[in-house]
């Protein structure tokens, strides 16, 4: 069996810092309002890892926001210097750290597992003709 790869990230001042050894479980684009919104882009590419693997120097900080179509409570975690967003942790799923793709030192080998909220997706995104696409949040 291969040994898995290490995963290291930083905000873009270099203040929060993190890596991880375990594989991920899944990346995902989210279309929803709210990562249009937190991401200032189309979509969000989240990838999901245990939370129990990443380690982070530096002390994030913390927005709680709930959803505003599933109402499901969630944390923002972002650098209090340079604002860069980082993570996301689902309440109904605290055992998973979403770890926002852009802050990867190496972003190679994420290929996309599925979308979600497709329905709030930009008109001008064409979408993937064999990833799964869910037009609500996946839960």
Known sequence: MTPTASRTGH???????Y???????GVVLCHCDDCQRHTGSAFSQNVLVARDAVKIEGTPQVHHTTGTENGHLR???FCGDCGTPI??????HP????VKAGTLDDRTGL???ADVWWR?????LTPHPTRPRFTGDAH
């Open 11 to 17: 905000c873009l001042c270099g203040a929060i810092t």
């Open 19 to 25: 890596r991880f050894d375990a594989e991920p479980t």
């Open 75 to 77: 944390d923002r975690l």
């Open 87 to 92: 993570f996301t942790i689902l309440h109904e």
């Open 95 to 98: 055992e998973t750290l979403i």
């Open 111 to 113: 290929t996309p597992t």
């Open 120 to 124: 709030r997706a930009q008109d001008w």
